[in-house]
């Protein structure tokens, strides 16, 4: 169960638009979160806020350098939420429609 709840908090991070649309500028590399803010409509503590919730669940490793914050993605954590995403949508071996199959063939 604990994947699926792990999956649930993940998509509701995910939820939000504006999330999406950082993961996406994030997709290019480390940014200062100044070039960020050029990127969306938002204010700087509107921003502070979506990184917050990115840092919080692991999708987004920030670094403090001189006044900025730089943002980047945690590649170890997006191939995670790949694999959590794989193994709910892709046909598995032991999956319980196989097993709810078989029953019914008996």
């Not at 709840?5 to 999330?19: W, Y």
């Not at 509107?46 to 692991?58: A, R």
Request: charged residues 25%; proline residues 2%; aromatic residues 4%.
């Amino acid at each position: 169960m604990d994947k699926y709840n792990d999956l649930s908090k993940l998509f509701k991070v995910l939820s939000d638009p504006t999330r999406i649309q950082i993961l996406d500028i994030l997709s290019c590399g480390t940014l200062c979160a100044c070039d960020i803010l050029e990127s969306l409509r938002i204010s700087q503590s509107t921003l502070s806020h979506h990184m917050k919730v990115l840092m919080d669940c692991g999708l987004v490793i920030g670094e403090k350098k001189s006044t900025w914050m730089h943002y980047s993605l945690d590649q170890a954590r997006v191939k995670d939420l790949h694999d959590l995403l794989d193994n709910i949508t892709l046909p598995k071996e032991n999956c319980i429609c196989n097993s709810n199959s078989e029953e019914n063939r008996r």
